[in-house]
């Protein structure tokens, strides 16, 4: 996008990429299919230290240009749920798209191109730097490249399969430019095998929930797996999940489980029996068996007390996870290059003119459903107008 951008305005453009598969994320994601944007982005959708620094590139590339884009290459697409917008088709025709453009703005692509040194010529002090000059020498393995800007647009470090390396965070290093803690964001959460054990034949079981940590809640699927929980919900969560601290749970946030209770306080049914009406029975059987405080019995056992403290137990269902599935299954790497270095409208660094970061190396991150890619098309449309 950045290349594509900087070539339309008669720029000079070299792209240089490790990888020997062009834009391997774009064609793995949303199934193969391209989650490509979400039509319901705003600020909001996003992780970062400073929460505001993404207003203004996406301000100023939305989703409908994205979409008027697509729509130039006649690429059709189609919405799923919570403004998700997919290819038709399969990925393919995103990285065709994007390819073509950049063929036709006139930018050179070398892949399978490994990058060696960086060396920059910093202006003369009291010089102010001219946009033209070149600043950058840059040497990799498919011969050496001078420039008056040098664009990283490396990624972070989830799926490592796809390529992704530390490279861009070395980059910020080399120019003492601060980086916020990583982590894996949009990523299966993992339980001690001891404490998860109860649970681990459960693989497979889906319910529909409402998972909450702080502040921030997500109402969707929840996917039970041998090591943990996964599904829209627990990844969606996973980007705000702080290590040692609970999640909570609420197993059932259609019903009223107090009053429902109350209701049945004459029935006999076995307290696990009447919430398969809810659950899978396999699921039900369990987690009545590790209720805390309190036994599965005849729902005419209970008494006003421990009918509260089975309501209470289901609408705030506590874990503590021990972990994430970690880099190699997280969509995405939470934290980065701080944006306090950088200019909001160009991404430009502050204190090294000419040096842009762009896309997911950078501390600002989308929750699920397209906004990621999103942040990749604004931030790198910001550059691409300002290199």
């Keep these: 996008m950045c290349a594509l951008q900087a070539g339309q305005r008669g720029r000079s453009v070299v792209l240089l990429d ?33 929460p505001d620094f993404c207003r203004s590139a996406l301000a100023r590339y939305t989703p409908q240009h994205f979409i008027d884009l697509l729509k130039k290459h006649h690429i059709a697409y189609h919405e799923k749920t919570l403004g998700q917008l997919f290819c038709d088709d399969e990925s393919d025709a995103i990285i065709a798209m994007l390819r073509g453009e950049c063929e036709a703005a006139g930018v050179k692509r070398f892949m399978s191109c490994e990058i060696g040194e960086i060396n920059y010529a910093a202006p003369a002090e009291n010089e102010s730097p001219k946009k033209e000059e070149h600043k950058f020498h840059v040497s990799t393995s498919r011969g050496d490249f001078n420039s008056a800007s040098l664009v990283i647009a490396t990624g972070g470090l989830s799926i490592p399969k796809t390529g992704a390396t530390p490279y861009g965070y070395h980059v910020a290093e080399q120019f003492g430019i601060p980086i916020t803690k990583l982590k894996p964001g949009l990523v299966p959460l993992t339980f001690a095998p001891d404490d998860w054990k109860p649970y681990a034949d459960l693989t497979g079981v889906s319910l529909d ?42 197993l059932l946030p259609d019903c009223d489980m107090l009053s429902l209770l109350t209701e049945q306080k004459a029935s006999k049914k076995l307290l696990s029996n009447y919430l398969t009406q809810w659950f899978p029975k396999n699921f039900s059987d369990v987690w009545c068996a590790q209720m805390t405080q309190i036994e599965n019995r005849p729902l005419n056992q209970y008494n006003d007390k421990e009918r509260k403290l089975i309501a209470a ?19 995405v790497t939470c934290g980065g290059i701080d944006t306090r270095a950088l200019s909001s409208k160009t991404m430009e660094c502050l204190e090294v003119p000419g040096l842009f970061f762009i896309g997911e190396v950078v501390d600002v991150t989308g929750q699920l459903g397209g906004f990621n890619f999103q942040w990749a098309w604004a931030s790198g449309y910001a550059a691409g107008q300002a290199v």
């Design 313 to 331: 137990q289901l609408h705030d269902w506590q874990v503590t996870p021990s972990g994430t599935a970690g880099y190699s299954k997280a969509e």
């Design 209 to 250: 929930v409402a998972v909450s940590f702080g502040k921030q809640s997500f109402r969707e699927n929840m996917l039970v797996t041998h090591r943990g929980l996964s599904g829209p919900a627990i990844l969606q969560i996973s980007s705000y999940w702080q290590h040692g601290e609970p999640l909570h749970i609420n």
């Design 18 to 50: 490790h990888a020997k598969k062009l834009a391997e994320k774009i064609r793995i994601s949303g199934g193969g299919r391209c989650n490509f944007t979400n039509i319901n982005t705003k600020p909001d959708n996003f992780i970062s230290n400073n």
